[in-house]
């Protein structure tokens, strides 16, 4: 069985006399069970030989194959191509990767992400004698580090984090998730240099908890929950002298107080109420969050039954 | 122009053990690569790494045993016995450097069993394991500061007064051509997989490096021995890896029987890949296959040792054949792998020609002969990557550089390049249905079963086929990765090593490994216990041979 596709791609080619991007459809016969990639290999292997993409192994493991498809980072291979196509018969929209920059067609720029890469310094750094055999290690430790190191750095992640589209100094959800991979590897011995440095401007508390990079991981490495994980790390180690440290211990107080996170408070509580400079850098996002009515109410009462919530909170803080 | 001491070609597992090799040892050394490092198809190694490790009980000797049975008797014994040797500090170095194995209960490395192996030595990551070793290396060259050229293309060698002094490569993102000068290259740019449709192999694996060498003068050893993986799906050809069967899973025809108790009553599923491959084409031949399949059943391994060991063959089987071998068996079929064959090297991975080596599945050392063990590939890329590299970084530290080195050799591929870019676009067509039928063609005549009527039909038709290839035009002109005109260049490299695969299989006149021709279906080792070498020549190969090194292990009669 064959299906009738119609791809909308966005193509930009830098080599033309004035460079812009463009769309283009392609009509194409594909078999039933064809990925998305099929699709866009068939255009450029039998029909138009222009389109530029990046792939390689075709069984999501190389990372090569990252785009974005109906807005959405996928990796071509492992999308079936069924799955994408809108059920209205309008065309499957495929665009290069966000947040890197089109270098031609689908084909985005990796420079800044290998940049961010090295900065988090991603070997191993030991101390000590070497041992004659391998070191030893809980199989239970490895087997978690594994979960991601399975992260194949296809930039999907960083295509589609929030923070990286206003603030291009953030390390990124790829780049912090190899940060964990050491901090978390107990052969290593620099855990709280790591943490230190992934304290600063740019580092692992700049992100917001959007999600995204969780969603659209292809390979379950969970690059928020990593970062995460770090923050309870650098707050145990006593990194918390920092914006992104008191936003976390602000928002607890908050929630501990109100038994909701109260939105205005918060980057108050922050920053501080004189820093004007980044009170006002969340401005947009503020008049964005009017657009769509999500702005909080200015004086939140506590929910009903927060004393429970209050008793959560002793309850953790007597376990830590 | 630019100048390095060693230039190594590949960035998969072979090229960075030969650059951290060469650098450790002091001098300049630079890689070339064509996609990002950890793009490199080594990434898609699933299974493991084979090694004897003395504090486990195992010896090397009973491992090179293994490899020299697994090989059919064709691998030189003197190479198998250095590998055997070396792969326990190189499995130790690489869990120093930062690679995740799984550990047994005392936190040592643990191990599964893999085909071909009377003891279980294979040491790995889930299912990842060329990934985890992959991104190590990575990260140590990353830290060496070591040059890499990444996303550059490479063009053609460079032999001046017989020696190899460089190379000609492409900038993909400028589309600029460059010189780069060199007093030694290692070559380490993988297998020819893409030469076969389907294959296991991603769509980079098309053989460059064998051609680039070929053309240059050194000639390419046992190209007919391609290995024909037992377990990959039918739809898209990716591969089911061994580490099931190593696990525990059995193989099973139409009836639910475990066919393999027939052809391979002692080692049954775990046979050699040769021996399994043939017996499940025979079952599909004779009628007791599934829809050309036979079925990989995994189900008594249990969700939790799926999920934890076989995580990531679960979903290529869930994605590229609508099965989850938790609840159901999974259809598989014998696909192209592996190519045995490939540049001859000594072991130290020097090539015929002075300055020019060769690592990786691009060699022919020979450690692997007619067939290759599961987890051997692994092994072959970081032992001879490191000799290669340790090897040239010593011979070119009193070198001088070829004066005779100059932007000419970069202007005369610019020219080439030009030529193909203005061929007229009348009559000419894409690339890919060319390649296409060229996979194909090889996948239907130089399969697990061979004939000679078979093979000259191929040969035939890859000539056909190559005459279209002259002809095939570049849609795209223009300068900025120009993806077209890559491939067009890879499918000329293609060509190169079809053919010789093709003179290669038909100059073999017996069956050995995984060279099993149903017209002489008996190894012959009064004639053809030697090496088919293949020399380039205006008028196609020219053949030699070369006697097989033989040190402890004389030729028996090989059953599992
Ligand atoms: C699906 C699969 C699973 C496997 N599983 C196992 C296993 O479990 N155990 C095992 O031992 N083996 C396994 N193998 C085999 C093994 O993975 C390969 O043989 C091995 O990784 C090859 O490594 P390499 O370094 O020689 O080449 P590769 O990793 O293929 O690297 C080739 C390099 O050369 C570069 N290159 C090529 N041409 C050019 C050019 N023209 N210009 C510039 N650069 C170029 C590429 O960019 C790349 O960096 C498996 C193979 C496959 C396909
Ligand atoms: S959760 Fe954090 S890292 Fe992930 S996409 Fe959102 S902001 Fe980026
Ligand atoms: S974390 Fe996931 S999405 Fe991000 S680069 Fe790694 S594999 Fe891709
Ligand atoms: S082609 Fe390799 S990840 Fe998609």
């Known amino acids: ?320 | 122009m630019f100048d390095h001491d060693v230039l190594v070609i590949g960035a998969g597992l072979a090229g960075m053990r030969a650059a951290l090799a060469a650098s450790q040892a002091g001098v300049n050394v630079a890689v070339v690569t064509k996609v990002f490092p950890v793009r490199s198809h080594s990434n898609a190694a699933q299974g493991g790494i084979n090694a004897a490790l003395t504090d486990r009980g195992d010896k090397w000797e009973d491992h090179a045993y293994d490899t020299v049975k697994g090989s059919d008797y064709l691998g030189d014994q003197d190479a198998i016995e250095i590998m055997c040797k070396e792969a326990g500090s190189e499995i130790i170095n690489m869990e120093h450097m930062g690679t995740i194995f799984n550990r047994d209960a005392e936190g040592k490395l643990g191990v599964r069993a893999f085909g071909g192996q009377r003891q279980a030595r294979t040491f790995f990551v889930a299912d990842f394991t060329g990934q985890a070793l992959l991104y190590v290396l990575h990260e140590q060259v990353m830290k060496s500061g070591v040059r890499v050229y990444e996303e550059w293309f490479v063009l053609s060698l460079i032999v001046e007064g017989g020696e190899c002094c460089g190379a000609v490569v492409m900038e993909m993102k400028t589309g600029e051509v460059h010189t780069i000068r060199a007093k030694a290259v290692i070559m380490a740019t993988g297998g020819i997989g893409r030469v076969f449709e389907p294959s296991t192999n991603a769509l980079i694996c098309t053989g460059d490096g064998m051609a680039l060498a070929y053309r240059a003068g050194a000639p390419l050893m046992d190209m007919e021995m391609i290995q024909y993986h037992p377990t990959t799906l039918k739809s898209n050809g990716a591969l089911m890896s061994e580490a099931a069967r190593g696990e525990g899973a059995y193989l099973i025809n139409k009836d639910g029987d475990r066919f393999m108790k027939r052809y391979a009553p002692n080692m049954m599923e775990l046979a050699s890949r040769d021996v399994v491959s043939r017996s499940e084409q025979t079952e599909i031949n004779e009628g007791r296959g599934v829809n050309g399949c036979v079925l990989l059943d995994c189900r008594h391994l249990g969700e939790k040792l799926i999920k934890e060991k076989l995580g990531q063959i679960r979903q290529l089987g869930i994605d590229f054949a609508n099965a989850d071998m938790i609840k159901e068996p999974v259809p598989v079929r014998p696909g192209m792998h592996y190519v045995m064959g490939g540049i001859r090297t000594n072991y130290d991975g020097l090539t015929s020609i002075p300055g020019l080596y060769a690592a990786g599945e691009t060699a022919c050392v020979s450690v692997h002969g007619g067939n290759r063990l599961g987890a051997n590939s692994l092994l072959d890329t970081l032992v001879f990557g490191k000799r290669s590299g340790q090897h040239a970084a010593a011979g070119v530290k009193s070198k001088q550089h070829a004066a005779g080195v100059t932007d000419a050799y970069s202007e005369a591929e610019k020219k080439k390049i030009q030529a193909i870019l203005d061929r007229p676009a009348d009559g000419g067509e894409l690339f890919g249905k060319v390649r296409q039928e060229l996979g194909e063609t090889m996948n239907k005549y130089l399969a697990v079963f061979r004939d000679q009527q078979g093979m000259e039909t191929a040969q035939r038709k890859v000539k056909e086929l190559r005459m279209r290839y002259e002809k095939v035009i570049v849609h795209d002109k223009g300068r900025t990765f120009n993806t077209n005109l890559i491939f067009t260049l890879e499918l000329g490299f293609m060509f190169d090593c079809a053919e010789t695969v093709i003179v290669g299989a038909l100059e073999r006149k017996e069956s050995r490994g995984a060279h099993t021709r149903t017209d002489m279906p008996k190894r012959d080792d009064a004639n053809w216990l030697k090496h088919v070498v293949q020399f380039r020549t205006p008028e196609g190969p020219r053949i030699e041979d070369q006697p097989v090194k033989i040190t402890q292990w004389q030729p028996q009669v090989r059953s599992y």
């Open chain 1, 1 to 320: 069985m064959t299906m009738d596709v119609t791809l909308n791609v966005k193509r930009y080619n830098p080599d033309a006399a004035k460079p812009a991007s463009y769309n283009q459809e392609y009509r194409i016969d594909l078999e039933d069970g064809s990925s998305l990639l099929d699709g866009l290999i068939k255009v450029r292997e039998e029909m138009d030989g222009t389109l530029a993409l990046r792939c390689s192994c075709r069984s999501a493991i190389c990372g090569s194959c990252a785009m974005r498809v109906n807005g959405r980072a996928v990796l071509a291979c492992n999308t079936k191509m069924k799955d994408v196509m809108p059920k209205d018969g309008s065309p499957v929209k495929v665009e290069p990767a966000g947040n890197m920059g089109v270098v031609k067609d689908l084909i985005v720029n990796f420079d800044v992400f290998w940049g961010k890469i090295k900065a988090v310094k991603p070997w191993l750094q030991p101390e000590g004698p070497v041992p004659q055999g391998e070191y030893l290690a809980p199989n239970e430790a490895m087997l978690h580090l594994a979960g991601v190191m399975g992260c194949i750095m296809c930039g999907a992640c960083v295509s589609d984090c929030t923070v990286l589209e206003v603030d291009k100094n953030f390390l990124g959800p790829a780049a912090l998730a190899k940060a964990y991979r050491f901090v978390g590897d107990p052969r290593d011995a620099h855990e709280k240099d790591r943490l230190k440095d992934l304290t600063k401007y740019g580092g692992m508390w700049d992100c917001t908890r959007c999600m995204q990079c969780v969603q659209v991981c292809p390979k379950g490495v969970d690059p928020m929950g990593r970062i995460m994980k770090m923050r309870d790390k650098a707050l145990a180690a006593g990194y918390n002298n920092t914006y992104g440290a008191r936003h976390a211990l602000a928002f607890t107080d908050l929630v501990r107080h109100g038994g909701h996170l109260d939105e205005l408070r918060l980057p108050i509580k922050t920053f501080g109420i004189f820093n004007v400079k980044e009170m006002l850098k969340l401005a947009p996002i503020g008049m964005r969050s009017q657009m769509v009515g999500k702005v909080p109410p200015l004086f939140p009462k506590p929910i009903p039954g927060i004393q429970n919530v209050r008793r959560i909170f002793e309850k953790v803080e007597a376990k830590r």
